[in-house]
């Protein structure tokens, strides 16, 4: 009954550094989504997938690679890590896209930039 | 381009007071509005979710939200507040099939004993 986990939950990293952030759900859900929280700005959507195999760029894709081979794997990776990238990271996944499917989010990770 | 707007970035509130937080959007159409909370080191939780019918949301611990879709806003309101409420407040709209949210900036509710 694990939900929706995301590991590590705590990550310091250096400048230039690849940074791989994972993410998890054992509901099958078809849609999964990557957020990074920063004060004054809310939640920004980095990148979404709908399905394994299909990923989409939200809002703030740059810098940020993601895969989907497996539907409960989502992971986020940094190819080489910025200042600007510090951050607190969510995953998110629903079960669709229509009118009812809520969004379920994961503890998220706090990831430092040095 | 579509938007979400939260007014009050910080408020502070002492036990029993009652609380509206503000949140206005920008979308044209049919839209999905959210408010959801999170407290202190722990993930967002949602707290209550407007689709279509009643405009007057009703969501767990107290809280309601009304939607107005003539001024384009969807406010937060709880009759009266305690400690425990303390936490992070975010409006979120969605439109189209796209599944994606739209957070506002955040609200910061800090309520003293």
């Known amino acids: 009954d694990a939900g929706i986990t995301q590991s590590p939950r705590y990550k310091i990293t250096e400048t230039g550094r690849q940074v791989t952030l994972m993410c998890h759900q054992t509901w099958s859900h078809s849609y999964m989504f990557w957020y990074r929280q920063d004060l004054g700005h809310g939640l920004r959507l980095i990148y979404y997938s709908a399905a394994a195999d299909i990923t989409d760029k939200g809002e703030v894709p740059d810098g940020y690679v993601v895969s989907r081979s497996k539907t409960e794997n989502f992971p986020l990776t940094l190819e080489s890590a910025t200042r600007s990238q510090t951050s607190v990271y969510f995953c998110a996944s629903s079960s669709g896209a229509g009118i009812n499917n809520e969004q379920f989010f994961g503890p998220g990770t706090r990831l430092t930039v040095l | 381009a579509q938007s979400v707007s939260q007014h009050n970035h910080h408020v502070i509130l002492s036990e029993a007071a009652s609380l509206e937080l503000g949140c206005n959007y920008s979308y044209g159409g049919t839209v999905n509005l959210f408010w959801y909370v999170q407290y202190p080191g722990q993930h967002l939780q949602l707290l209550l979710k407007?689709?279509?019918?009643?405009?007057l949301v009703k969501g767990i611990k107290g809280f309601e939200a009304e939607f107005i879709k003539s001024k384009f806003s969807f406010n937060l309101r709880k009759p009266s507040v305690q400690w425990s409420d303390t936490a992070e407040y975010f409006c979120a709209a969605r439109s189209g099939n796209t599944g994606k949210l739209i957070f506002g900036q955040g609200t910061t509710l800090q309520v003293k004993p």
């Open positions: 407007y689709f279509s019918g009643d405009p």
